[in-house]
Structure formats: structure tokens, C-alpha cells
């Protein structure tokens, strides 16, 4: 795909994140997880119908390299400071991000703005967090970051108390595997 068509397609898609229209950025936010997940894992059975169904041929034919995937995180980022009501599907989308891009980031949004989260936020916070710890692919000084954040360390374990018992469960596994892998 040529570079400007492919620039074309990203920027619409950053631009509906930016839209005031709710279910336009859901849609958006969706769309980049299908494109998220060919980059990262390739696309399985499932992922290629909906791909299908919810990708423009253009979108279906874009390969996302790691500096697309830093500016998706950024994009997404803004959508958490800026669209309460959609934190929780960007969220959900970071975590379709290569770990080495977007992980030292959403700690550290976590850490800035984490404590007036909802629940919903606050799990694909946490949903995020422990995907990129379950994969593994995270250094030694990443790991010591999630362990030594103050403001990250009071959200999480005040989400391991939360009577969400989803985000309970999930934040109270993401502290366990910050203690086990730090070791």
C-alpha cells in the first residue's frame, strides 16, 4: 500500500477517534483492535470474518509497523484524558498493543488519573496490565517501574478490594505477577 494512502486511512481513523459522536469512536477504537491484532499476532479464523464484515478494504490491506502502533497509543491515550465515556474500549484497545510500545505509558496514565476510574475502566485497565505481564515480553526495568510506581501500587490495590469481583480478581493477579516476576 502506498505511503499516503495508507497515511490517509490512519488519519481517519484518528479522526473519528477524536469525534464527538460516541459510537463513532467506539467503532473506530474497534476497528483498531482488528487491525492490532493482525500486526501483533496474525489474524485467526474468527478475526478474518470480522475483519471482513468491519474493515474497509483499505484497512484490511494496512500492516500496522511499531511506529504506527506508538501513534495508535498516543491517539488512545488522549481518548482516556479526554472522553470519560470511552476509557474503558480504549483501554481495551491498548491492551491489543505490542507490550514494548504501550505498556510504561498506560502505567503511567494509570498512575496520573487511575483513581476516579468506574470499574469498567478500571478491569480493561487492569485487562491490559496483565496481558502484557502474561506474555512475558516485558524487561526487567518495565517490571520495576509497575512495582515501584506509588500512585499505580494505590490504584491496584485499591482495585483488589473492589466488590466488582472481575476487577478484584484481575488487579489482585497483576500485583501477583509484578511480585513473582520482579523476583
Not at 1 to 10: I, S, T
Not at 26 to 35: H, I, K, N, P, T
Amino acid at each position: 500500500m502506498k505511503r499516503a494512502k495508507r497515511d490517509r486511512v490512519l488519519r481517519c481513523l484518528y479522526a473519528e477517534l477524536e469525534s464527538g459522536d460516541f459510537d463513532v469512536r467506539e467503532f473506530a477504537m474497534f476497528q483498531l483492535v482488528l487491525m492490532l491484532r493482525r500486526a501483533n499476532d496474525g489474524p485467526s479464523s474468527s478475526d478474518i470474518i470480522d475483519e471482513v464484515e468491519h474493515l474497509s478494504r483499505d484497512q484490511m490491506r494496512l500492516r500496522l509497523s511499531h511506529g504506527d502502533q506508538a501513534q495508535i497509543t498516543a491517539h488512545l491515550l488522549r481518548v482516556v484524558s479526554r472522553q470519560a465515556g470511552s476509557r474503558a474500549t480504549a483501554f481495551w484497545a491498548l491492551g491489543e498493543v505490542a507490550p514494548d510500545i504501550a505498556f510504561a505509558p498506560v502505567i503511567s496514565v494509570i498512575g496520573e488519573q487511575g483513581k476516579p476510574f468506574n470499574d469498567e475502566t478500571a478491569y480493561q485497565a487492569c485487562r491490559a496490565l496483565r496481558r502484557w505481564l502474561e506474555s512475558d515480553s516485558l524487561d526487567s526495568d518495565e517490571l520495576k517501574v509497575l512495582k515501584d510506581d506509588d500512585r499505580l501500587s494505590s490504584c491496584l490495590k485499591r482495585w483488589s478490594r473492589s466488590s466488582d469481583i472481575r476487577l478484584a480478581k484481575c488487579a489482585s493477579a497483576i500485583i501477583g505477577l509484578a511480585r513473582e516476576r520482579s523476583n
